[in-house]
Nanobody, 111 residues
């Protein structure tokens, strides 16, 4: 049973920080490239960041310097540290593995 469970979403003021976490089970996590996507209202889901099994990372330009993706192979988790959040970051954030998607967690940035 593949499971990807996101946590850490919530509401924060502009300039604030949130840390999302995705707990994975049911597949070979350590050999999997893991990614975060987000979906704005009325828009298609878009790529945010990925981390490969060796720790190599890729980010969409709009979050470079603000977001950091990391993995913990012992705990089988992948995190997205989000700093300097902007209202434009408001979206549902999804954890993605080669075998599926998480259910998503809402991030709202507003004053």
């Amino acid at each position: 049973q593949v499971q990807l469970v996101e946590s850490g979403g919530g509401s924060v003021q502009p300039g604030g920080s949130l840390r999302l976490s995705c707990a994975a089970s049911g597949f070979n996590f350590n050999s999997a490239t893991m990614a975060w996507y987000r979906q704005f209202p009325g828009k298609e889901r878009e790529f945010v960041a990925l981390i490969d099994p060796l720790g190599g990372t890729t980010y969409v330009d709009s979050v470079k310097g603000r977001f950091t993706i990391a993995r913990d192979d012992a705990q089988k988790t992948v995190a997205l540290q989000m700093d300097s959040l902007e209202p434009e970051d408001t979206a549902v954030y999804f954890c993605r593995a080669p075998v599926g998607w998480g259910q998503g967690t809402q991030v709202t940035v507003s004053s």
